[in-house]
């Protein structure tokens, strides 16, 4: 029997750090929310939705009982600590750099895979494929590659309770150490030589502040909802457009209406984001399906190394 939500679950839980005009903001909002609607003691009841808050939009989750403690229990219960128990993990299986035994190894994994390992097998899609060059990425991925893996481990392993409730419920003080433990998500870290008195490169400073490591955790659970498909050379994810440094970019919605996680995943794959301007007509259509807003920010690089830009509000 479907339970039926309380006046307190309708109202829901405001999670106020996490700003959704911000990438990373708006992926941890995503993973969060993947992450307790399985667990949750009524699966598939959770809903998310966009409240407007101080000047920006953050998400609120709706259908359970859920205080900021609880929320915290349940994130601590469920979010592993270990990398290789973690389906990310078949990244490891896909490191080589030679094309002939990447395509081996994926398809290997994929041999794997069975009705039982849907989850796995999203994981899969979302990080690789074997028919485009073992250079390809998740267009997500913004850490360079000999570094993503480390840091992945590192974020996975280092990321506490404190963590997570900083980035959840509070103001984004960007406190914690960027070295090893970033996935290079927030615009802010676009830190380039004629903006900081160190040189970019081995600069002390991101050894003690930056980041936002409980961000980082939860938008790493936001991933496997960004399936990547071959187009060309490139593998090409949900919610991006164009395929070179200088035209590439990633609109993301916002919607006001409680959705659950089946509806939430088509909104993001909505054609109408993806117009280089949305019109009238595309935004009146958006607004029908609960979508207020939509951003969209630039995949550039500066040297070698991919950044998110400063999101633009274009619906």
């Known amino acids: 029997m479907t339970k039926q939500a309380t006046p307190d679950e309708q109202e829901g839980t405001l999670l106020t750090g996490l700003d959704g005009t911000n990438p990373l903001g708006f992926l941890a909002a995503i993973g969060l929310f993947r992450a307790i609607d399985d667990v949750a003691h009524y699966p598939g009841q959770a809903r998310l939705q966009w409240s407007p808050c101080n000047g920006t939009w953050v998400p609120r989750i709706t259908g359970l009982r859920l205080d900021p403690a609880s929320l915290l229990d349940l994130l601590e219960a469920t979010l592993v600590k270990k990398i290789d128990q973690h389906p990310i993990y078949v990244l490891d299986k896909l490191g080589s750099d030679d094309p002939i035994q990447r395509t081996s190894l994926f398809r290997q994994s994929a041999r794997e895979l069975d009705v039982d390992h849907r989850i796995r097998a999203d994981w899969l899609t979302a990080l690789a494929s074997d028919v485009v060059p073992a250079a390809a990425i998740n267009q997500l991925q913004t850490t360079r590659r ?20 900083r980035a959840i ?12 433990q970033s996935l290079h998500l927030d615009p802010s870290e676009d ?10 490169a081995g600069d002390p400073d991101r050894k003690n502040s930056g980041g936002m490591l409980g961000a980082n955790r939860l938008a790493i659970e936001a991933l496997v909802w960004f399936s990547s498909l071959p187009e060309g050379d490139i593998l090409h994810t949900v919610g991006f457009t164009g395929r070179r440094s200088r035209n590439t970019r990633w609109t993301w919605p916002i919607w006001n209406i409680p959705l659950g996680a089946s509806t939430i995943r088509s909104t993001l794959t909505l054609a109408e984001l993806q117009a280089k301007d949305v019109s009238p007509n595309a935004a009146n259509q958006l607004r029908c399906r609960g979508v207020v807003a939509a951003f969209r920010t630039a995949r550039i690089l500066v040297g070698k190394t991919p950044n998110f830009t400063p999101a633009q509000r274009v619906a």
């Open 169 to 180: 419920f509070h103001a984004w003080d960007y406190a914690d150490p960027l070295d090893n």
């Open 146 to 165: 000999d570094y993503y893996f480390g840091n992945l481990t590192s974020v996975i392993a280092c990321t506490t309770r404190e963590h997570l409730d």
């Open 191 to 200: 830190r380039r030589h004629a903006h900081q008195w160190n040189k970019p």
